[in-house]
């Protein structure tokens, strides 16, 4: 039989995040949540499945019984964030023939004829997303769609989207998981699941990038004229803003994140006075002193060498115009005047997400903090397949049977 609930697990470089959810009048309601400290992951890879497989069983427990459910044997959505992440925009057109109406067959063939491309050793696809089909291209009714099936064409073209990953990263996520004692539902990209959550069909049609700034990773997806175009993740998150701190200070790491988390923000004016924060260099070191001002000139800085990595990463890949700018999720964009700092450094419109509460709702204090991003992000992602619409069709693909489509996930 199939779970009446959903769940979804995000390994993170500093957290490991388990969150369970119930489909309530035609929404996802968050029924259960946890975090803990990771362990066994690094710059966002598993390098240890039996220590991430540890944890996850313990928190699962917990959350099963805030939730009175119980878990085990549960199939959950898993995230991963791959730095050797190969990203291709592939398409191929082909004839119609025949009738020139296009049938499903045909946009499977257009789509499958896409879809061929050549793989890279030792990877494997994670996501193969159709963007859109242009139809009869190079000729006065040329036209872009997302639902070709039924229209009168002599060409289509599938133009599709291909994300691979390292096979062993994704073998260890699975293992993490299986060995905790429950099922895999779907792996998806960190970035791409919390769009789902995060960005809204305007904005991705409009041109957007989402970047989730996390622990040890920053990862970003654009997306624009409906579809996505571009992903990626670079090395850098919050433990390097942290890590900056003690090179600047010569503190230990976590004196350096507390540091940050209770005197540290980007915001573009120094409102507040300069004053001396007591620290510590160490357990014997006698009392330390340093300026607020020059911790946040540190952060600041550390900041900045994040964003011009996304930058120039974004530069290099998409030359088009982000409309509806940038979002911001994960941790690392917690600190305050993150989007204010982010806007001012790209010159481009910036703003923190916030969770789309026409599709998922919960605690208040929960669903609003970033670090829960990609756990909400991934209860709500599942592959689109709006192209097997037929296009005169008036059905109605509301939420309800979205959602029904996600719960029959517990029957694999
Ligand atoms: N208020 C805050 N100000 C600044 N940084 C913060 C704040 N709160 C949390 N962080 C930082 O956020 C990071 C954790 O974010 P998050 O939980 O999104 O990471 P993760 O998912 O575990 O890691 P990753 O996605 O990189 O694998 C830490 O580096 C932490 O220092
Ligand atoms: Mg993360």
New binding site residues.
């Given amino acids: 039989m199939a779970d009446e609930w959903i769940v979804s697990i ?6 490991i ?1 388990v969150v369970v959810a119930e489909e309530k009048l035609d929404r996802l309601h968050v029924i259960g949540y946890t ?1 803990a400290n ?1 362990s066994g ?1 690094e ?2 890879l598993i390098t240890n499945p039996d220590l991430v497989s540890s944890v996850i069983k313990k928190i699962i427990n917990k959350v099963g019984e805030s939730c009175d459910k119980n878990l085990d044997n549960s199939n959950a959505s898993i995230n991963i ?1 791959d730095n050797r992440l190969t990203v291709t925009n592939h398409s191929s057109r082909v004839l119609t023939k025949g009738s020139g109406k296009i049938t499903q067959k045909k946009m499977s063939e257009a789509i499958e004829t896409s879809s061929a491309v050549l793989g890279i050793a030792n990877n494997e696809v994670l996501h193969s997303v159709v963007n859109n089909f242009i139809i009869n291209e190079d000729t006065p009714d040329s036209l872009i769609t997302n639902q070709p099936i039924g229209m009168q064409a002599r060409t289509i073209r599938a133009n599709m989207h291909i994300v691979s990953v390292a096979e062993r990263n994704v073998d260890s996520v699975i293992q993490s998981v299986s060995n905790s004692g429950l099922g895999v539902a779907q792996v998806v990209l ?1 970035s791409m699941a919390i769009s789902e959550a995060y960005i809204t069909e305007e904005e991705k049609e409009d041109g957007v990038c989402l970047v ?8 970003f997806s654009i997306f624009k004229n409906g579809g996505i175009t571009h992903s990626a993740v670079i090395q850098l ?3 390097n ?2 890590k900056d701190i003690v090179y600047a200070f010569g503190t230990s790491f976590e004196e350096a ?1 507390d540091l ?2 209770k005197h ?1 923000h980007v915001k573009n004016n120094l409102l507040t006075e300069e004053k001396l924060i007591q620290f510590s260099q160490g357990p014997n070191s006698q009392e330390c002193y340093l300026s607020n001002y020059d911790l946040i000139e540190a952060i600041k800085k550390s900041y900045l060498k994040l964003f011009a990595s996304v930058k120039k990463d974004i530069n290099k890949q998409a030359k088009c115009r982000l409309k509806a700018g940038f979002v911001l ?4 964009s ?3 005047g993150c989007a204010e700092f982010f806007m001012k450094s790209s010159r481009t419109k910036t703003k923190l997400g916030r969770v789309n509460e026409q599709k998922i709702t919960g605690n208040v204090n929960m669903i609003s903090d ?2 829960y ?2 756990a909400l992000g991934l209860l709500l992602y599942e592959a689109d397949e709006s192209h097997l619409e037929v296009v005169q069709s008036q059905e109605n693909l509301g939420i309800s049977r979205w959602i029904k489509g996600k719960l029959k996930l517990g029957e694999f």
């Fill in positions: 995000d390994i993170g470089s500093s957290k995040a975090q990771s992951v710059k966002g964030s960190d989730d700034i996390g622990a040890g990773v920053t990862n998150g919050g433990e803003i942290t994140e940050k988390i540290g999720t994960g941790g690392a917690k600190i305050p970033s670090t991003a990609s």
